[in-house]
């Protein structure tokens, strides 16, 4: 079975840090690039990093650009982002999703046409 869980998550004071993890099982991360997403209550889910198959290929919006370092690690078939300065804005669930996509064609932080979705981590941010 194909599926990604994603870990990390919780309660964060503003302008502390986590890192977020999606660990890969039944496929190794070598072959799928890695998109992360946040859905905050009542709003729309937002694309907010990507990282290539290849690992040579990141790319960040604008909302974390500058807050985001995301990594992969081929040893343990998992994806990290980790996200500095939060901000009560940054409070949301986490999603990543796993798109079979070669190195050589990057990755697009946009909602992939077939990927494998996890069920998402809540991030908190609040004094």
């Known amino acids: 079975q194909l599926q990604v869980v994603e870990s990390g998550g919780g309660l964060v004071h503003p302008g502390g840090s986590l890192r977020l993890s999606c660990a890969a099982s039944?496929?190794?991360?070598?072959?799928?690039?890695i998109i992360w997403f946040r859905q905050a209550p009542g709003k729309e889910r937002e694309g907010i990093s990507c990282?290539?198959?290849?690992?040579?290929?990141?790319n960040f919006k604008d909302s974390v650009k500058g807050r985001a370092i995301i990594s992969r690690d081929s040893a343990k078939n998992t994806v990290n982002l980790q996200l500095n300065s939060l901000k009560p804005e940054d409070t949301a669930v986490y999603y990543c999703?796993?798109?079979?996509?070669?190195?050589?064609?990057?990755?697009?932080?946009?909602?992939?046409?077939?990927?494998?979705w996890g069920q998402g981590t809540q991030v908190t941010v609040s004094s």
């Open positions: 999703v796993a798109e079979r996509r070669s190195g050589r064609w990057g990755c697009t932080v946009a909602p992939p046409p077939s990927g494998i």
């Open positions: 039944g496929f190794s991360v070598d072959y799928y690039a």
């Open positions: 990282i290539s198959s290849d690992g040579i290929t990141t």
